[in-house]
């Protein structure tokens, strides 16, 4: 299967891609030249998008962690995260539709915010909350030949989520937020995409997977 990863450099996406490129192959979109395939790549610029004749599959990991109270986040704080979560995204879809084959599956990354009220999530949740509303209006307009789910992670070791683990105290914390007392990890997440861009997930679509340690459906 050839499936586009955009927003490449992240580590959800790189580990996807080292664990798993010998199943699909697998065509990388990154501002990040070193996780591209093209230079100089936009989510807002579709002129910088890479041309391709066919595709089996996209997964959209760009995304962004904002938590700020609602009064200290501006107008253009807003914009900022929906241009990445959500524009960008749409900027994707429409380049790529006509180049989706027959049986292609589609993933979004949304959130754990979008389905539990989290203090100083207004601006991520709206945006996540987009994507979710999206993969399901897409699944519908696109079945049978199209299938579109997301996964919704809560808080993942990776780059984007650093600073809320730098110290011991922190990483507590934010395990013991979880039902399973832990965080999630890259593979976590890449294995759900992964599971969902093949034909193991072949009759789920307009689906979102929640894949964060408990926290959004269990109070222990």
Request: with cysteine; hydrophobic share 40%; net charge neutral.
């Amino acid at each position: 299967m050839k499936i586009l990863l955009v927003g490449a450099s992240s580590d959800i996406a790189i580990t996807l891609h080292n664990d798993f490129s010998d199943k699909h192959e697998f065509i990388r979109l990154s501002s990040n030249p070193e996780f591209s395939s093209v230079n100089n790549f936009n989510i807002l610029d579709p002129s910088t998008f890479i041309e391709l004749d066919s595709i089996d599959g996209i997964v959209y990991f760009p995304g962004t962690i904002i938590l700020k109270p609602f009064k200290r986040l501006s107008i253009d704080n807003f914009k900022s995260d929906y241009d990445i979560n959500v524009l960008g995204l749409l900027n994707i879809l429409k380049f790529y539709q006509s180049k989706l084959s027959i049986g292609s599956s589609i993933v979004f990354i949304s959130s754990v915010a979008a389905s539990v009220g989290m203090p100083f999530h207004s601006s991520i949740a709206m945006c996540k909350s987009s994507l979710e509303a999206l993969a399901r209006s897409l699944s519908a307009e696109w079945a049978p030949n199209v299938r579109v789910n997301c996964v919704a992670p809560s808080l993942v070791d990776t780059k984007l989520s650093e600073r809320f683990l730098k110290n011991e105290k922190q990483q507590e914390m934010m395990n013991n937020r979880h039902p399973l007392r832990k965080i999630g990890s890259p593979k976590d997440i890449s294995n759900s995409i992964e599971f969902l861009l093949s034909e193991k997930s072949s009759w789920m679509t307009g689906q979102v997977l929640n894949v964060d340690g408990g926290i959004s459906s269990l109070k222990l």
